[in-house]
């Protein structure tokens, strides 16, 4: 088991910056490539940013590249987003998620779940 602890969101203006962070504990967190998601309301939840096992590769989708920035640090078992340039479509409760080994894209591949955090970003 994995047990994951969003923190750092909140309500900002556009234009904004706010860094979210993501606690693991558990098993051995650096088996494990990890990936943030949103989730507006009455939308499916959607991919941000993943990051490799060993923090070496990153990826996002392209409605924040260049915007945000994932990273971890596997001494201190915690994955963090940058987010910088906020707009408001990016308003939405957004939860880390680790898989064994290799990221994903795809939520369902996830094998666990932080309960998230509410990103609010006002025009």
């Known amino acids: 088991q994995v047990q994951l602890v969003e923190s750092g969101g909140g309500l900002v203006q556009a234009g904004g910056s706010l860094r979210l962070s993501c606690a693991a504990s558990g098993r051995t967190f650096s088996n494990y490539a990890m990936g943030w998601f949103r989730q507006a309301p009455g939308k499916e939840r959607e991919f941000v940013a993943a990051?490799?096992?060993?923090?070496?590769?990153?990826y996002y989708a392209d409605s924040v590249k260049g915007r945000f920035t994932i990273s971890r640090d596997n001494a201190k078992n915690t994955v963090y987003l940058q987010m910088n340039s906020l707009k408001p479509e990016d308003t939405a409760v957004y939860y880390c998620?680790?898989?064994?080994?290799?990221?994903?894209?795809?939520?369902?591949?996830?094998?666990?779940w932080g309960q998230g955090t509410q990103v609010t970003v006002s025009s």
């Open positions: 998620a680790a898989k064994r080994r290799y990221m994903d894209y795809e939520a369902t591949l996830y094998d666990y």
């Open positions: 990051v490799t096992v060993s923090g070496g590769n990153t």
